[in-house]
């Protein structure tokens, strides 16, 4: 593959979409696969906590997923490329990350289960994509770079270390950060409090209307990071109801755009990762846009917010 421009993992990794798109939308349907099997065997937690996936020190991984007496993960290892199962009683099965078809994907990794003796059963096509086709018969995307795909993790590291440090200043209810396999990005969503109009119906392919009412019950304020919105990905921001007036106000850094088709405001990756300082710039963006949600929405921010409670990691 050609025309990367990248940096090492550890930094902000370069990643044109363009270079990677095929890979991007065959990886996508692989963790659709994972998180619905966490779906399938995880008890509900509100929003649909307990679907996500997260950035782990080598990939994506479910976390602890309970089956029976005991538990399993699942992890994309993007560094040696494979995909582990690991389950409490000591067993393991591992799958190749390689180039090979959704469908082939779906049937190794239902048969690992079903030999480590784990029954799923899941919902076996994919949501909020058009057209959805059926796992078991998708032949059509079936790319896998590895190259592509660590420095895409390595995206995941930057932003997901970014947003654990913005999600520490809010006391309030606040989700972790944790990546939305739907969509395919990684996000962070803090709450007011205050219960939030019904959502509105439509809109999302092949998502039922009562996922995102659940999704959307309290008043909120989201951001996130997405392999798509500019040339490598870009950084959003929204809220849901958006308060008037949101949509002009003025955020920093000067990159940064409010897309009235998105009904977002849009920072792309690469303006982050060009810059003299990139944890400064994006940092700008988090807090700019909550506050412009927070002071516009009416958020009570003396009760939400965490400016009195200090950073104890100099005590460890």
Same mark, same amino acid.
């Given at each position: 593959?050609?025309?990367?421009?990248?940096?090492?993992? /550890?930094?902000?990794?370069?990643?044109?979409?363009?270079?990677?798109?095929?890979?991007?939308?065959?990886?996508?349907?692989?963790?659709?696969?994972?998180?619905?099997?966490?779906?399938?065997?995880?008890?509900?937690?509100?929003?649909?906590?307990? #679907?996500?996936?997260? #950035?782990?020190?080598?990939?994506?991984?479910?976390?602890? !997923?309970?089956?029976?007496?005991?538990? @399993?993960?699942?992890?994309?290892? @993007? !560094?040696?490329?494979?995909?582990?199962?690991?389950? +409490?009683? /000591? +067993?393991?099965?591992?799958?190749?990350?390689?180039?090979?078809?959704?469908?082939?994907?779906?049937?190794? !990794?239902?048969?690992?289960?079903?030999?480590? /003796?784990?029954?799923?059963?899941?919902?076996?096509?994919?949501?909020? #994509?058009?057209?959805?086709?059926?796992?078991?018969? %998708?032949?059509?995307?079936?790319?896998? %770079?590895?190259?592509?795909?660590?420095?895409?993790?390595?995206?995941?590291?930057?932003?997901?270390?970014?947003?654990?440090?913005?999600?520490?200043? @809010?006391?309030?209810?606040?989700?972790?950060?944790?990546?939305f396999w739907g969509a395919m990005d990684l996000a962070c969503t803090r709450f007011s409090g205050r219960p939030a109009p019904p959502h509105p119906s439509?809109?999302?392919?092949?998502?039922?209307?009562? #996922?995102?009412?659940?999704?959307?019950?309290?008043?909120?304020?989201?951001?996130?990071?997405?392999?798509?919105?500019?040339?490598?990905?870009?950084?959003?921001?929204?809220?849901?109801?958006?308060?008037?007036?949101?949509?002009?106000?003025?955020?920093?850094?000067?990159?940064?755009?409010?897309?009235? %088709?998105?009904?977002? @405001?849009?920072?792309?990756?690469?303006?982050?990762?060009?810059?003299?300082?990139?944890?400064?710039?994006?940092?700008?963006?988090?807090?700019?846009?909550?506050?412009?949600?927070?002071?516009?929405?009416?958020?009570?921010?003396?009760?939400?917010?965490?400016?009195?409670?200090?950073?104890?990691?100099?005590?460890?």
């Amino acid at each position: 593959m050609t025309g990367h421009t990248t940096e090492q993992v /550890g930094s902000w990794p370069r990643l044109r979409v363009a270079d990677w798109a095929e890979t991007r939308d065959t990886l996508q349907m692989w963790t659709q696969i994972v998180g619905k099997i966490r779906l399938a065997h995880a008890p509900m937690v509100n929003h649909w906590w307990q #679907v996500t996936l997260y #950035v782990s020190p080598r990939g994506l991984n479910t976390s602890a !997923i309970p089956y029976r007496t005991g538990a @399993f993960d699942i992890e994309f290892d @993007f !560094i040696d490329h494979r995909l582990r199962i690991r389950v +409490s009683d /000591g +067993s393991l099965r591992e799958l190749a990350l390689e180039p090979k078809s959704v469908s082939r994907f779906y049937a190794e !990794i239902m048969l690992a289960l079903a030999e480590l /003796g784990i029954q799923t059963r899941i919902h076996a096509r994919p949501n909020e #994509v058009a057209p959805a086709i059926p796992f078991a018969e %998708d032949f059509r995307h079936a790319s896998y %770079d590895p190259r592509s795909a660590r420095l895409f993790w390595g995206q995941l590291l930057q932003a997901n270390r970014a947003l654990g440090e913005f999600r520490s200043q @809010f006391v309030g209810k606040i989700s972790p950060v944790h990546l939305f396999w739907g969509a395919m990005d990684l996000a962070c969503t803090r709450f007011s409090g205050r219960p939030a109009p019904p959502h509105p119906s439509g809109g999302i392919p092949n998502c039922p209307d009562w #996922v995102t009412t659940e999704a959307y019950s309290l008043e909120l304020a989201s951001c996130g990071f997405w392999p798509g919105g500019g040339e490598e990905g870009a950084f959003y921001a929204y809220a849901y109801p958006e308060p008037a007036g949101f949509a002009d106000r003025p955020v920093r850094p000067a990159a940064a755009s409010y897309q009235r %088709d998105l009904g977002e @405001f849009v920072l792309p990756y690469e303006a982050v990762a060009a810059a003299a300082d990139p944890d400064r710039v994006l940092s700008e963006f988090l807090h700019d846009t909550y506050e412009a949600v927070a002071e516009l929405g009416g958020w009570d921010r003396e009760a939400l917010e965490a400016a009195h409670i200090a950073d104890h990691r100099h005590l460890a």
